[in-house]
């Protein structure tokens, strides 16, 4: 089974800090990605990346970075955390176009 | 723009009643499309997928999904409900121009309560 690991469940931090979410996945998939959820937003796409130092912007990717260093990981960067930049961020991995995502259990970021 | 579209914010059964939590969607092209399933405090769970081939798709824990393409629906639908079936459902689908990237549009998303 495709396991998708975020480091953190609950996360809390302060306005102006830099915060990194970290998102590891075991099954060599290519691709990886970032949403954000907010109630009644459905998922938002922050940034994706289609390979190893390849990545591209999503729907809303402003005040956010990533990083890809190594196939498995993907990380998330809040450059200077502000309070609407408190949600729910979830990790996913897919293998191809016609494979589905599989996400991890999600972080719970709060930005006091 | 391409989009995907869940007409209701929240859909209520009775336990042993059908299901059908409605997706409609706007790609250019064949569409790839997807149902998840969310639990409380947990990420998304893969149902189902249309990619190609019958129009009827089955799924995990019973669901099914219908594509029509002349609707443009995915709708999605189980027989017999249970109350462990409640949770946050969401439709997706690949957009046009994606490539091999797996990226996925997502619906807001709807919640099924299934009452005993």
């Known amino acids: 089974d495709v396991k998708v690991t975020q480091s953190s469940r609950y996360l809390v931090k302060r306005t102006g800090e830099k915060v990194f979410l970290e998102c590891v996945q075991d099954m060599d998939h290519e691709n990886m990605f970032w949403y954000r959820q907010d109630p009644g937003l459905g998922l938002r796409l922050i940034y994706f990346s289609y390979d190893v130092k390849m990545k591209e912007k999503g729907d809303i990717p402003e005040g956010y970075s990533v990083s890809r260093e190594k196939k498995e990981r993907f990380s998330l960067i809040l450059e200077s955390a502000s309070t609407n930049q408190t949600s729910m961020y979830l990790c996913a991995s897919s293998e191809g176009s016609d494979q589905p995502q599989h996400f991890g259990d999600g972080t719970r970021l709060s930005i006091l | 723009a391409q989009s995907v579209a869940q007409p209701e914010d929240q859909v209520n059964v009775a336990e042993g009643n059908p299901l059908t939590v409605k997706c409609t969607y706007s790609v250019s092209g064949n569409p790839y499309l997807f149902w998840y399933v969310q639990y409380p405090n947990r990420g998304l769970q893969f149902l189902l997928k249309?990619?190609?081939?019958?129009?009827l798709v089955k799924g995990s824990y019973g669901f099914e999904a219908e594509f029509n393409k002349s609707q443009t629906s995915f709708h999605l639908k189980k027989p017999s409900a249970l109350v462990s079936d409640s949770a946050l459902y969401f439709c997706a689908v690949r957009p046009h121009g994606s490539g091999n990237t797996g990226k996925l549009i997502f619906g807001q998303g709807t919640t099924l309560q299934v009452k005993p």
């Open positions: 249309y990619i190609t081939g019958d129009n």
